[in-house]
């Protein structure tokens, strides 16, 4: 692309993570300085720039670009875009800040990527699949390249579970493929929904921490999101109003809120503002509960989300929280690096008292109703010890 007859061109080669776009830049200098050397004009390593002498006597510009700051992919028309490993980009990385980059020069752009999962990746690759010039979209396995060694993709075959080789070895999209929750896209079919008088409400507040936003979901009885207020970087009594209102508004919600360290008096604040508010103290083993309780209404399709197109940071944020595993081999859940999970944690606090089994400890005194009472609060692992 790059060396295609033009007076003047610009394309960005943009991977998910600073070091992974290094890793690209240093392959795309790598040929350029064995096979192009002499067509190099311009060459600054520290900026990840190339400025070439292309076929057309013009100049071309490449840049390796990473999607960790966003803040950086604005601003620029480009003629050309190459995306790796883009099903890992953030959907809103592509939809808000990359895709736009091409509109002003009609530009072009390669999205290359293992798949992962059924994502904004998957729906471009359903519509490359259809007739027209817009999309187009090709799969290969891995046993297709011929630099591969097949035996070794067999033996993998073998070792490896169905799913993971599935998305690894064949390029296939695996539905919830190392997700946390399933049916994501199948909930969001729900729209925003006024209160109604006499209702039941269930609040969940996630509370910003540094760079974070702080997210207030609100259910109704039956498990639908009816209302999300999402913001960050306000002062701590503007949010308190602004929960407040939203919490009053639909028949003095019960607000169950992360009390963690900072959360702890603004639980104080609400409840002495006459709030509904219970708290809940997240450790490893509360957050479990609470992730785990999400999973099964996802999975029994008792939850509705509203469509994406309404809330599309709290789908993203969903369909992206992943199972992990730690250094000393235990399973966890939790966002990838560069995204957030304040929408995840808002809404598993929200359907906390809808959950099957409203009390997890037998009660044998004063403590345990308290334990009834604030469930999260002391879901610590001093206690399960």
Same mark, same amino acid.
């Given at each position: 692309?790059?060396?295609?007859?033009?007076?003047?061109?610009?394309?960005?080669?943009?991977?998910?993570?600073? @070091?992974?776009? @290094?890793?690209?830049?240093?392959?795309?200098?790598?040929?350029?300085?064995?096979?192009?050397?002499?067509?190099?004009?311009?060459?600054?390593?520290?900026?990840?720039?190339?400025?070439?002498? #292309?076929?057309?006597?013009?100049?071309?510009?490449?840049?390796?670009?990473?999607?960790?700051?966003?803040?950086?992919?604005?601003?620029?028309?480009?003629?050309?875009?190459?995306? *790796?490993?883009?099903?890992?980009?953030?959907?809103?990385?592509?939809?808000?800040?990359?895709?736009?980059?091409?509109? *002003?020069?009609?530009?072009?752009?390669?999205?290359?990527?293992?798949?992962?999962?059924? =994502?904004?990746?998957?729906?471009?690759?359903?519509?490359?699949?259809?007739?027209?010039?817009? &999309?187009?979209?090709?799969? &290969?396995?891995?046993?297709? #390249?011929?630099?591969? @060694?097949?035996?070794?993709?067999?033996?993998?075959?073998?070792?490896?579970?169905?799913?993971?080789?599935?998305?690894?070895?064949?390029?296939?999209?695996?539905?919830?493929?190392?997700?946390?929750?399933? &049916?994501?896209?199948?909930?969001?079919?729900?729209?925003?929904?006024?209160?109604?008088?006499?209702?039941?409400?269930?609040?969940?507040?996630?509370?910003?921490?540094?760079?974070?936003?702080?997210?207030?979901?609100?259910?109704?009885?039956?498990?639908?999101?009816?209302?999300? *207020?999402?913001?960050?970087?306000?002062?701590?009594? /503007?949010?308190?109003?602004?929960?407040?209102?939203?919490?009053?508004?639909?028949?003095?919600?019960?607000?169950?809120?992360?009390?963690? =360290?900072?959360?702890?008096?603004?639980?104080?604040?609400?409840?002495?503002?006459?709030?509904? /508010?219970?708290?809940?103290?997240?450790?490893?083993?509360?957050?479990?509960?609470?992730? #785990? #309780?999400?999973?099964?209404?996802?999975?029994?399709?008792?939850?509705?989300?509203?469509?994406?197109?309404?809330?599309?940071?709290?789908?993203?944020?969903?369909?992206?929280?992943?199972?992990?595993?730690?250094?000393?081999?235990?399973?966890?859940?939790?966002?990838?690096?560069?995204?957030?999970? *304040?929408?995840?944690?808002?809404?598993?606090?929200?359907?906390?008292?809808?959950?099957?089994?409203?009390?997890?400890?037998?009660?044998?005194?004063?403590?345990? /109703?308290?334990?009834?009472?604030?469930?999260?609060?002391?879901?610590?692992?001093?206690?399960?010890?």
């Amino acid at each position: 692309m790059a060396m295609s007859p033009a007076e003047r061109s610009i394309g960005w080669v943009v991977a998910p993570t600073y @070091d992974l776009a @290094d890793r690209v830049f240093r392959e795309v200098l790598l040929h350029i300085t064995r096979h192009l050397n002499h067509r190099v004009v311009k060459l600054k390593e520290s900026e990840r720039r190339i400025v070439l002498r #292309n076929m057309g006597g013009g100049l071309s510009e490449i840049r390796a670009k990473s999607a960790d700051n966003p803040v950086s992919l604005l601003g620029e028309g480009l003629d050309w875009l190459i995306v *790796d490993e883009a099903a890992r980009l953030k959907p809103t990385i592509w939809q808000s800040h990359l895709s736009q980059r091409l509109v *002003d020069k009609r530009g072009q752009a390669l999205l290359i990527s293992t798949p992962y999962g059924k =994502g904004y990746f998957f729906d471009l690759f359903r519509a490359g699949q259809k007739p027209g010039a817009t &999309y187009q979209s090709w799969n &290969y396995p891995s046993w297709t #390249n011929p630099h591969l @060694d097949k035996s070794i993709i067999e033996e993998e075959r073998s070792r490896l579970p169905d799913r993971i080789f599935g998305e690894q070895y064949e390029a296939s999209f695996v539905e919830g493929s190392g997700a946390v929750f399933r &049916y994501v896209r199948e909930a969001a079919k729900g729209k925003w929904k006024s209160p109604v008088p006499g209702a039941q409400y269930f609040a969940g507040l996630d509370l910003a921490k540094v760079e974070d936003y702080t997210v207030l979901v609100i259910l109704n009885d039956k498990a639908q999101v009816v209302f999300v *207020d999402r913001f960050h970087r306000l002062d701590w009594s /503007v949010q308190v109003r602004r929960i407040r209102a939203a919490c009053e508004r639909y028949n003095d919600a019960l607000v169950y809120i992360d009390s963690t =360290g900072q959360g702890e008096p603004i639980h104080e604040t609400l409840f002495n503002k006459g709030l509904n /508010v219970r708290p809940y103290c997240l450790t490893a083993r509360s957050k479990t509960a609470l992730i #785990n #309780n999400l999973v099964m209404m996802f999975e029994r399709r008792e939850i509705t989300l509203p469509r994406s197109k309404l809330w599309p940071e709290g789908i993203e944020e969903l369909e992206a929280f992943e199972y992990s595993v730690t250094n000393s081999g235990h399973r966890r859940s939790s966002a990838p690096s560069g995204y957030h999970d *304040d929408c995840v944690i808002a809404l598993g606090l929200a359907a906390w008292p809808l959950r099957d089994q409203p009390w997890e400890f037998e009660f044998h005194g004063p403590m345990d /109703v308290a334990m009834r009472l604030f469930p999260g609060y002391f879901a610590t692992e001093e206690h399960s010890s």
